[in-house]
């Protein structure tokens, strides 16, 4: 229960306060941001020109009750519904914008003198904020906020003024557990009474847990709202302090996009805006990236194999070659002048990368002497290890599902997630962090004499269909765990006459072979 000091308006409540008084009551209010609570806000931010637009239904007992000498008189409003639209649009990646219009209706009350029932719009708010630290563990931000008087009057549903607002937000990621803190204040006209209350300027601190139950799906939050009145400042005896209690359960539902909230509260001390009990429930939405039309990865004939006696020694390490759009063979690696880039927070890669991939895939059915390669997937420090462990998997597998596509044979790729724990370079610049979202393709095996181990009727492992992949020629068996260097290749051993029949058993090296490998076993 939350009493107001009003007894001065009841003993002499003029004409103009007969069906109410001019002041917001509302202590919970949503803010529609990523990784906040009901009443609680986040500094975290998503990308830029996401949007999420959502609504906050409450139910409230006795939200604002008229004490005299200590005594309690009675309700004023018993019973009030308060439905809040809201939105916010990232207008960068580290500053977003949110527009919130409630909607009220009271019902009931025991003082009928100063009883507003009814519905009506409460004040329109505008607010803007801005992430100053976003790290993996702590990130830090502000929030500015306008107020406009647009809600009635003289039925506890908006003030007559414009108020201006402030707040710090942190957030701590400790893992399964994550602390949020939304510390600041309000600026109001200050509106005098005859009794202990006084409407003006506020301090403003709520706070909440978040911990998570299922993950990416399910988190329980707990928290406090309080509020104090400069005039009294968190005296104990004072209307103007309110505090409450809240707990809920937030649900991640229809592939990510949808937020639903389930919570309760009830106060934990006298004050305006508090209640015997609350009860909310809200759902907000955050439409996925349009996925954009891909075009196909083969959209010509695949190219022939290259002639059996190619010399390896122009591809294993020479930074100059290059198939004319802008990958190429460096080492033990394939290299990408572009990066692989994928849809935020998704595996799926868009439709600029195609491009990059259909030359990989070319590559790879030209060049018949890698025997494999392994998809490597990275992710950036952003949230849990569990969850970069779990996306970069994803982007692994689909880039290798895309390259199948492509023709290449499945037996010559494996995926590999690495999440986050190979960084390029260990910073909180956000270029920099970028990079460290990649995808790596890396050569563990190589062909070095003429074999037949690959399958042209192999099914396609993901259907059990028939699968339309290239085999790269017969240059294959004896695979080694790494390619030489090239000051190591003696290229007289590419030479056609080395393929012919020397009476070795098929995978069997030659004593030079041996010799040349010896150090990789």
């Known amino acids: 229960m939350s009493p107001i000091f009003l007894a001065a308006l009841v003993g002499a409540a003029s004409s103009a306060y007969a069906d109410g008084y001019s002041t917001d009551i509302e202590l919970l209010n949503p803010t529609f941001s990523t990784g906040s609570v009901p009443g609680v806000d986040s ?10 637009v959502g609504m906050l239904t409450q139910y409230q007992q006795d939200p604002l009750v008229l004490y005299d000498s200590g005594y309690e008189v009675g309700a004023i409003v018993e019973d009030r519904v ?14 977003a914008i949110l527009v919130r219009a409630p909607l009220f209706i009271n019902e009931g009350t025991e003082t009928p003198n100063l009883g507003a029932d009814g519905a009506g719009f409460g ?6 904020r801005f992430n100053l630290v976003d790290g993996r563990v702590f990130n830090l931000g502000v929030r500015g906020e306008l107020i406009a008087p647009t809600g009635r009057k003289m039925a506890y549903m908006g003030d007559s003024s414009l108020r201006t607002g402030g707040a710090l937000l942190a957030s701590l990621d400790l893992g399964r557990v994550e602390v949020l803190t939304d510390a600041g204040g309000v600026a109001r006209a200050q509106l005098e009474t005859e009794e202990d209350i006084t409407f003006g300027p506020e301090m403003i601190v709520n706070g909440a847990l978040r911990a998570e139950a299922l993950p990416d799906r399910l988190w329980v939050y707990g928290g406090g709202l309080t509020r ?10 004072s209307g103007e302090n309110p505090v409450e209690a809240i707990a809920g359960l937030q649900l991640q539902v229809n592939h990510k996009t949808t937020l639903i909230d389930v919570g309760a509260g009830r106060g934990l001390a006298d004050g305006y805006g508090t209640t015997q009990q609350r009860f909310f429930v809200g759902v907000t939405f955050q439409p996925a990236e349009r996925p954009q039309p891909q075009p196909p990865l083969v959209t010509g004939p695949v190219p022939s194999p290259p002639d059996p006696d190619i010399d390896i020694t122009r591809l294993i390490g020479d930074p100059s070659f ?41 590559l790879l059915n030209e060049n018949r002497q890698i025997a494999q390669i392994v998809v490597e997937g990275h992710a950036s420090d952003e949230g849990s290890f569990e969850y970069n462990f779990r996306l970069s ?19 010559r790729m494996a995926a590999r997630a690495m999440g986050e724990v190979k960084p390029k370079a260990l910073t909180d610049d956000e270029t920099e962090r970028a990079r460290e979202r990649r995808v790596e393709f890396i050569i563990t095996q190589w062909y070095t004499h003429e074999s037949d ?24 068996a004896a695979p080694v765990q790494q390619a030489p260097e090239p000051d190591e290749i003696d290229s007289g051993m590419f030479e056609p006459e080395d393929f012919e029949d020397d009476g070795r058993e098929e995978g069997e090296l030659s004593p030079e072979e041996l010799e040349l490998f010896k150090d990789q076993e």
């Open 123 to 128: 004040d329109l708010s505008l607010a803007a």
């Open 43 to 52: 500094p975290l931010i998503t990308d830029a020109g996401r949007w999420r």
């Open 322 to 362: 290059e198939d004319g759009t802008g990958i190429g063979i460096e080492g033990t690696r394939i290299r990408l002048d572009e990066p692989i880039e994928f849809v935020y927070n998704t595996a799926q890669i868009k439709a600029e990368s195609i491009p990059i991939l259909v030359n990989v895939a070319g």
């Open 393 to 411: 998997r994803d982007r692994a597998n689909a880039v290798v599902d895309a390259l199948m596509d492509a023709g290449v044979h499945p037996s």
């Open 228 to 237: 104090g009145g400069f005039s009294n400042l968190y005296r104990p005896d």
């Open 82 to 95: 308060a439905m809040q639209f809201g939105a916010t649009y990232a207008i960068a990646r580290r500053a």
């Open 453 to 476: 181990d690959l399958d042209p009727d192999t099914l396609d492992p993901r259907s059990g269909e028939a699968g339309q992949f290239i085999v790269p020629g017969t240059r294959t």
